[in-house]
């Protein structure tokens, strides 16, 4: 519930800055000179462009909790089995080790969404964002049946 509150607050304020953004651009439209019109367009660009980020990031992420709650309604969650340190923190030993687990279950079933969802967790575990991300979305391409890259 956290994460929900953080992410909405977080998508809240950058809305709000790029409305900002993207005022102070027609404001240098407005002004007319061939100059201030070339910079404003270029200034309405990075709004557009970060609303376009955005979006996409809100869509992965309702895409990412469907499947969990999907996975969870079969049972098919992967348990928490990591070591901790006395701190809270996650052992990087044990995460390597769940993390080898799930990369053998994925080889052994590479079109099942759900071992691709559950090695997403583990990479997320062992602190590798970019391979979770790459995870769960062959996860989602493949729960919704869309052709999917090697």
Do not use: C
Not at 27 to 36: A, C, E, F, S, V
Not at 39 to 44: E, H, K, R, T
């Amino acid at each position: 519930m956290r994460a929900k509150i953080s992410y909405t607050v977080t998508a809240a304020v950058l809305v709000f800055y790029f409305v900002l953004v993207g005022s102070r651009g027609v404001m240098l439209i407005q002004t007319g000179t061939l100059l201030t019109v070339t910079f404003g367009v270029a200034v309405l660009i990075l709004p557009v462009i970060g609303l376009w980020f955005l979006w996409k990031n809100t869509q992965f992420v309702r895409k990412a909790n469907a499947l969990a709650t999907e996975l969870d309604a079969e049972g098919g969650l992967p348990m928490d089995e990591l070591k901790r340190t006395p701190g809270g923190r996650i052992d990087r030993d044990s995460a390597d080790e769940v993390f080898a687990k799930r990369k053998a279950e994925t080889e052994a079933a590479p079109d099942d969404w759900r071992s691709w969802f559950r090695l997403a967790v583990a990479y997320h575990d062992a602190r590798d964002t970019p391979r979770a991300r790459k995870a769960m979305q062959r996860a989602i391409a493949l729960h919704d049946g869309k052709p999917v890259g090697a």
